[in-house]
């Protein structure tokens, strides 16, 4: 059975940084792909960034986050990462993390290709 399991959310200030964190329990990091989400309130969920790691290692980005979010795995733990900088009022949410099973090819950055969620962590940043 596959678990993941968000952390490191918490509150910053504008301009601040957060680094999150997923692990991943009955689910191996290699070979798959894997996204992180985030949902704000009276917003739909949004895809943040995304990494697939088949034969290349590819990562994604919403437009929103690009140059600001880095995500990243390490392989040896089952983890997911996300670092977060030069953070704004408008990236306050709740940030998922997502588990698709094996590759996905196209629309990375859809909820639908993701089999496994995570129970979320939030994230507030304050002005």
């Known amino acids: 059975q596959v678990h993941l399991v968000e952390s490191g959310g918490g509150s910053v200030q504008a301009g601040g940084s957060l680094t999150l964190s997923c692990a991943a329990s009955?689910?191996?990091?290699?070979?798959?792909?894997m996204a992180w989400f985030r949902q704000a309130p009276g917003k739909e969920r949004e895809g943040v960034a995304a990494i697939s790691t088949g034969s290349n290692l590819r990562t994604f980005y919403a437009n929103s986050v690009e140059g600001r979010f880095t995500i990243s795995q390490n392989n040896a733990n089952n983890t997911l990462y996300l670092r977060m900088s030069a953070l704004t009022p408008e990236d306050t949410a709740m940030y998922y993390c997502?588990?698709?099973?094996?590759?996905?090819?196209?629309?990375?950055?859809?909820?639908?290709?993701?089999?496994?969620w995570g129970q979320g962590t939030q994230v507030t940043v304050s002005s």
């Open positions: 997502a588990a698709a099973r094996g590759l996905v090819y196209a629309s990375i950055l859809a909820s639908a290709p993701y089999s496994y």
């Open positions: 009955g689910y191996t990091t290699k070979a798959s792909t």
